[in-house]
């Protein structure tokens, strides 16, 4: 399939990462190129529909003509939002999203996409970034692709807590031991043949490694797929739909005020393939 031939306006918003695309909702609600759109999100990473302004029930929809939907805390749309007060327990766990992570990364199969609407924007802070971590190893130079592309690395949920919360309580500690590390390969070879590296803060170390010698490796890569060649920057407006490809990009957001009422409803993609 030709992507070139896609029959919707896009406009490429930087060379590497993050396509707007201009349709209406009837359109994408019909599911008609959702074919073209998947493809799309592999190559771009990021797909933006500025102000669409879809229903929670809309945004149901559209998921479903792009993959399969998960239920998450028994719910296909989620709420997302730091105020406890809007989305409970949940909130505690989302400080964690100010930092550079791939969604599910400690699961069998991460999540293939997610698409975010945004219901109501904090007054300062809330942009959220993207970092295409195809292009990150593609630009690598040969020596390090040679040194890196065999390695394995350990994820835990603990390991992305303690970013934040480096002294955790015995029953917090406890709470985040529960969910089981998942070592991946730190080279994703997915079936498409592309690559693309797996980091971010649930990376815990590198099998085979000192734990010194592993987190600077780690932390290195992830400075380097960080870079601003790589990333894509979305400054929200209430109604703007985006969606990314998880298993391309690591994605944070820019701290805000707790109790700003930020609210975004989330829905998210079963994973299609293994990191393999």
């Known amino acids: 399939m030709n992507v070139a031939m896609l029959k919707l306006k896009t406009i490429d918003l930087t060379p590497r990462i993050g396509t707007e695309i201009q349709s209406d909702v009837d359109t994408l609600l019909s599911g008609k190129y959702?074919?073209?759109?998947?493809?799309?999100?592999?190559?771009?990473?990021?797909?933006?529909?500025?102000?669409?302004?879809?229903?929670?029930?809309?945004?149901?929809?559209?998921?479903?003509?792009?993959?399969?939907?998960?239920?998450?805390?028994?719910?296909?749309?989620?709420?997302?939002?730091?105020?406890?007060?809007?989305?409970?327990?949940?909130?505690?766990?989302?400080?964690?999203?100010?930092?550079?992570?791939?969604?599910?990364?400690?699961?069998?199969?991460?999540?293939?996409?997610?698409?975010?609407?945004?219901?109501?924007?904090?007054?300062?802070?809330?942009?959220?970034?993207?970092?295409?971590?195809?292009?990150?190893?593609?630009?690598?130079?040969?020596?390090?692709?040679?040194?890196?592309?065999?390695?394995?690395?350990?994820?835990?949920?603990?390991?992305?807590?303690?970013?934040?919360?480096?002294?955790?309580?015995?029953?917090?500690?406890?709470?985040?031991?529960?969910?089981?590390?998942?070592?991946?390969?730190?080279?994703?070879?997915?079936?498409?043949g592309r690559k693309s590296l797996v980091l971010g803060m649930t990376a815990s170390h590198v099998e085979g490694m000192s734990l010194e010698e592993g987190r600077l490796l780690l932390c290195w890569l992830n400075e380097w797929a960080s870079q601003p060649q790589f990333v894509y920057t979305h400054k929200w407006k209430v109604g703007d739909l985006l969606i990314w490809d998880n298993t391309g990009c690591m994605h944070r957001v820019e701290p805000y005020p707790f109790d700003s009422g930020r609210l975004m409803t989330r829905t998210t993609l079963e994973g299609e393939e293994r990191v393999a």
Not at 62 to 90: C, E, H, R, W, Y
């Open 34 to 192: 959702a074919a073209e759109i998947r493809e799309l999100l592999e190559q771009r990473g990021v797909l933006i529909f500025r102000e669409l302004g879809l229903t929670e029930e809309q945004q149901k929809v559209f998921s479903n003509t792009l993959g399969k939907p998960m239920q998450q805390n028994g719910k296909v749309v989620l709420n997302i939002s730091l105020d406890k007060g809007l989305n409970g327990a949940l909130a505690a766990y989302l400080e964690g999203s100010f930092y550079w992570h791939i969604d599910l990364s400690t699961a069998d199969v991460p999540s293939r996409a997610s698409l975010l609407t945004a219901r109501k924007l904090s007054q300062t802070g809330g942009d959220t970034l993207f970092a295409n971590t195809y292009a990150a190893w593609d630009d690598l130079p040969e020596s390090k692709k040679k040194e890196i592309e065999n390695l394995r690395v350990v994820h835990t949920f603990e390991n992305s807590q303690r970013v934040f919360k480096p002294n955790p309580t015995y029953a917090e500690l406890l709470e985040w031991q529960e969910k089981k590390p998942k070592t991946h390969p730190l080279v994703w070879t997915h079936q498409s």
